[in-house]
């Protein structure tokens, strides 16, 4: 089947989709920016990019010949961030999710981050 026909059949009808204050959302596997669209669908596309959190780092799903390859990611953020632009634009795999795979995977490594937190210190009052 086509991927065109695929989302013809799955665009208003699916587990994945969630209706919320006018906007049309989804919540499939492999959508990168969340949105009921042919483009970022994860399920009919024959290209697909995915960013999901990991322990430490975050985890980039491609596929290729019909198969998920999942890569994991944790050598830092700018390395991260590098890798996910080549795997994307350098390859002229999905150049057009570069920048929503970018902030994705932004935002869970920022998430990842320990926080510092100043200790509070009494002090001594003279008297």
Not at 34 to 45: E, H, P
Not at 86 to 105: C, F, W
Request: glycine content about 8%; cysteine-free; charged content about 25%.
């Amino acid at each position: 089947m086509s991927a065109e026909l695929q989302w013809a059949i799955i665009r208003k009808n699916s587990s994945f989709v969630v209706k919320s204050l006018g906007t049309t959302l989804s919540r499939e596997p492999n959508n990168i920016t969340g949105k009921n669209s042919f483009k970022a669908n994860g399920l009919v596309n024959k290209h697909v990019v995915g960013i999901k959190a990991a322990d430490k780092g975050v985890v980039l799903t491609t596929k290729s010949k019909g198969h998920l390859t999942n890569t994991t990611l944790s050598r830092g953020g700018r390395r991260t961030i590098k890798t996910i632009r080549a795997a994307t634009a350098g390859s002229h795999y999905r150049p057009d999710l570069t920048d929503a795979a970018i902030r994705k995977a932004s935002a869970i490594i920022r998430s990842q981050k320990n926080k510092n937190v100043a200790k509070r210190r009494s002090r001594k009052y003279k008297n």
